[in-house]
């Protein structure tokens, strides 16, 4: 059986997961790592490590198995703050389950 603290955990892992869904990213490692891809080689992450956010872009380049640029987006903020600037860069450059249909 659980202890408290796991339920505690889980419930928040769950929130996340929910609210990073309704952002546009995908849960990559329930409660701890998100994903939104916002074209074929830009994908954005958001991660947290010791209750602490961040979130960066990627790009990749074909056939490169290293990434060929990042950018910073949050650093070691809170997980509200780090998925709000994460979701509004996607939404600036245009991609992703963000992107504004005509």
């Known amino acids: 059986m659980p202890t408290v603290d796991e339920l505690i955990f889980q419930a928040q892992c769950g929130h996340r997961d ?3 869904r309704e952002a546009g990213f ?4 329930t409660g701890e790592v998100y994903e ?3 074209n074929r080689s830009s994908h954005v992450f958001v991660i947290g ?12 380049q074909k056939g490169e198995r290293k990434s060929i640029s990042h950018k910073g987006i949050a650093e070691y903020t809170s997980f509200e703050q ?3 600037k994460a ?15 005509k």
Do not use: I
């Not at 995908?26 to 490692?29: A, G």
């Not at 602490?52 to 872009?57: D, G, L, N, P, Y």
């Not at 979701?87 to 249909?101: M, Q």
């Open 18 to 20: 929910n609210k990073a």
């Open 26 to 29: 995908l849960p990559l490692l």
């Open 36 to 38: 939104c891809q916002y």
């Open 49 to 60: 490590e010791d209750g602490k956010w961040s979130a960066w872009r990627e790009t990749w």
């Open 82 to 84: 780090a998925l709000q």
């Open 87 to 101: 979701k509004r860069y996607v939404e600036f450059v245009g991609g992703g389950a963000n992107r504004k249909r």
